[in-house]
């Protein structure tokens, strides 16, 4: 019995070392090599600040930008620490709604969302991308489709004064095919694109 217990707690011991301490440390010095960039979060800089990163979205809102998908990911509200308020792209509480196709809940915010949509884009042309109405399981989803970005063009072009030509340009420059030509979707990173389009076409000063 005492035997077996000795056998039992080196095997503990062991394999905590093993699994807990030596695989870890093995698998974060081979990202930090291979990988540095992935490994400290993809994170975008300018001007010595970080200002995001590409595997998080943001909430973008103006007119002039390209707005990514609806988050359902919530924060405590300030003034009821027991209940949650919306919190767009809230990375400390990644969500999704939980919501079934069928619920009510969904139908009435999938509805909302088209609303909003077609009030904000009045020239946009073709049904509206199903990305530009659902929420992503985490929350954080930093890309959009790239219809999901052509059906924004007209209000950025019209906000910020180019030829939607121009900004069309632009979005193809910044869709990504499928990794490795067969995982996912074609896709936009919108943070990335809004930073350039901000560096090509930046908005008059006083607007």
Do not use: W
Request: glycine share 8%; charged share 20%.
């Amino acid at each position: 019995m005492l035997h077996q217990l000795k056998q039992s707690i080196l095997a503990v011991l062991v394999l905590t070392v093993i699994c807990g301490l030596a695989y870890p440390l093995a698998m974060t010095g081979l990202a930090q090599a291979l990988f540095p960039r992935q490994a400290h979060g993809s994170l975008i800089e300018r001007d010595g600040k970080v200002i995001g990163s590409t595997l998080i979205g943001q909430n973008f809102t103006k007119p002039e930008d390209f707005h990514g998908r609806p988050s359902a990911t919530t924060d405590a509200d300030p003034n009821d620490a027991t209940k949650q308020v919306p919190s767009p792209y809230n990375a400390a509480n990644s969500n999704a709604s939980n919501a079934a196709p069928s619920a009510k809940s969904l139908l009435s915010d999938v509805s909302a969302r088209i609303d909003a949509l077609k009030a904000e884009n009045p020239e946009a042309k073709g049904p509206i991308p199903v990305d530009l109405v659902t929420a992503s399981g985490s929350g954080l989803d930093p890309d959009i489709s790239p219809a999901a970005a052509a059906y924004q063009i007209p209000r950025v072009a019209a906000a910020r004064g180019v030829p939607r030509a121009d900004i069309s340009r632009l979005v193809d420059d910044f869709t990504q095919g499928r990794t490795f030509g067969i995982l996912g979707e074609p896709r936009v990173n919108v943070l990335s694109l809004n930073l350039a389009l901000s560096a090509r076409y930046p908005m008059p000063a006083g607007k």
